[in-house]
């Protein structure tokens, strides 16, 4: 049988050691906060090396370095040593599932949550993180419900902005918008929420709205460029070209190599009939996002107003190869083609614009052409169609364009209608 005094000393080497093991894990923790990381690991290796790799935290934080690094794969093989250490510590099952997420193995991340929230507490974090694995299967309704529930227990901006991401995803905009505004009432503040809105708002053709939200978020962030790209394009849409001009300059000391950007300038030289500028602008735009359909397409009316039919026909043909569902390509390369005296394609694209979409444009245009090539009987039946469409119109959108209104009443009186 052992002496007491054999006790008391055992007791004492073992309090000693835990007492090194917690100086240990502490210098490691201030290391890694810090991000000293090359100190921080080896002083982990140490560790690990004194202790048979059976210590936990050092493993922990080694797994953290490599994931900040981007050695994914190693973080993971070590957030599972951990694991294994001590299976009922959520925290190292959280990062096991994080490590997966960002693997792209979004089943077995959801798995290793479910384990999670089995041995501990209902978690924030493990629900938003499922909400993300969820949503990247396309599992919708699954990702509302993990969001939505993340948010009853803690209200955290980075969750409503992933809720109303998958309300846009759906192409649900209002209840996109009704999540924002939800979010505004915790964090009233965020432009990125507010930049969030008004773009929304922007695609429902609500303008006045969303320049409300985009010039807030602009007094709280004035060069996020993101914000000043969308308000800088409801500038634009008013013709106020000089004032847009300067929200870019702003915008392209942030962002030099946006194609959307350049893409925004060209146009508002093309509005001031700068037509070389606009050209240069647009063809960088291009060299930056050669495979962003609206590049080509505004280069194709840029050289078609400039009377370069066979660039413009190659601008719009390259449009509609990477967008083919956007009718208005089909009218201006009919227009191009008219120009290149290429009557019986022209009509072909003119029919192809008619099929995607009934407007009043499409219907004026196409009599127009078949009026110059003499087909005077069917200009009058699209002329009629066109004054069809023309009659339906506001009284706002009939007299937007004066150039309509010439066009139509010269036209009219050659055709006797």
């Not at 078609?304 to 083919?324: C, D, E, R, V």
């Not at 066009?407 to 050659?414: A, D, I, R, S, Y």
Request: net charge negative; charged share 20%.
């Amino acid at each position: 049988m052992a002496s007491s005094g054999q006790i008391t000393a055992a007791s004492a080497e073992v309090a000693g050691d835990s007492a090194l093991r917690d100086r240990a894990n502490y210098e490691i923790h201030i290391l890694y906060i810090r991000q000293d990381f090359d100190i921080c690991l080896k002083l982990i290796e140490s560790q690990l090396t004194a202790y048979n790799n059976a210590c936990e935290y050092p493993i922990y934080v080694k797994a953290l370095i490599k994931r900040q690094k981007g050695e994914i794969q190693e973080s993971l093989q070590l957030f599972q040593a951990a694991t294994c250490l001590n299976p009922h510590n959520v925290a190292n099952l959280k990062q096991v599932g994080r490590s997966l997420y960002l693997l792209g193995k979004h089943k077995p991340a959801i798995d290793v949550y479910e384990e999670a929230q089995r041995i501990g507490i209902d978690d924030w974090e493990i629900w938003h993180n499922k909400g993300l694995c969820f949503m990247y299967l396309k599992m919708y309704d699954k990702a509302i419900d993990c969001f939505r529930r993340a948010n009853q227990i803690q209200r955290h901006d980075a969750t409503f902005m992933q809720l109303g991401k998958v309300y846009t995803l759906q192409e649900n905009y209002k209840a996109a918008i009704e999540v924002y505004l939800e979010a505004l009432e915790f964090s009233p503040e965020n432009p990125e929420i507010l930049t969030t809105i008004g773009l929304l708002y922007l695609r429902l053709g609500e303008n006045y709205r969303a320049f409300d939200f985009l010039g807030n978020s602009l007094t709280h962030d004035p060069k996020n460029p993101k914000t000043i790209l969308a308000a800088g394009s409801i500038i634009q849409d008013h013709s106020d070209m000089d004032v847009a001009l300067i929200k870019y300059r702003v915008a392209a000391v942030q962002t030099p190599n946006s194609a959307q950007l350049w893409n925004n300038i060209g146009m508002c030289f093309f509005g001031k009939q700068r037509y070389i500028a606009a050209i240069a602008c647009l063809k960088k735009a291009l060299y930056l996002d050669p495979f962003e359909w609206i590049i080509s397409y505004n280069l194709g009316l840029v050289h078609l107003n400039t009377g370069q039919y066979a660039s413009a026909f190659h601008f719009f043909s390259a449009s509609i190869n990477l967008k083919p569902d956007f009718p208005s390509s089909y009218m201006y390369l009919a227009i191009t083609l008219s120009k290149l005296d290429d009557f019986e394609n022209a009509c072909s694209a003119y029919e192809k614009a008619n099929e995607m979409e009934s407007d009043h444009l499409f219907e004026l245009n196409y009599s127009i052409t078949l009026y110059n090539n003499g087909e005077l009987e069917r200009s009058r039946h699209h002329f009629q169609e066109f004054q069809r469409l023309f009659a339906e119109l506001d009284e706002e959108n009939r007299n937007s364009d004066p150039e309509v209104i010439e066009q139509k009443n010269t036209l009219g009186v050659l055709l006797g209608v």
